[in-house]
């Protein structure tokens, strides 16, 4: 019957699989390193920015590992968060080939069709081949 990767009871057969299952040992390691890389990106990261808020609450790394330090830049700017811009064309491999060549990103259309607009690339409704 379901046979899609949404079908809960295949979600739940593969969760049973990487907790208990023949996929544990790989789902621990790979969580394992995932770890490692984040411990080592904070040790190596911004450690001045980071300061505890009070004195009174703040506890040493070994006893509290699940703190989180906060960059005390984002606090201070008054501006909303920066973010990326979705606006604006996006170009594809494709346009910045032709830019890197010199030519036009998207060639201009020079073809009418018989109302006299320009004619479309494709036929709409049609198959691309002949069956």
Do not use: C
Not at 1 to 10: C, F, G, I, P
């Amino acid at each position: 019957m379901a046979k899609s990767t949404r079908s809960k009871v295949k979600r739940s057969f593969r969760a049973k699989k990487r907790d208990e299952g023949v996929y544990a040992a790989t789902e621990a390691a790979r969580l394992q390193r995932l770890n490692s890389k984040l411990m080592a990106k904070i040790d190596h990261g911004d450690e001045e920015l980071a300061e505890p808020v009070d004195d009174d609450t703040a506890q040493d790394d070994s006893t509290a590992p699940d703190t989180m330090e906060l960059d005390d830049s984002a606090k201070s700017s008054t501006t909303k968060p920066s973010h990326v811009s979705t606006h604006g064309a996006r170009n594809s491999r494709r346009e910045e080939w032709r830019k890197s060549k010199g030519m036009t990103p998207v060639p201009k259309v020079t073809r009418m069709n018989r109302q006299g607009l320009p004619a479309a690339r494709r036929r709409s409704g049609r198959p691309s081949r002949r069956r």
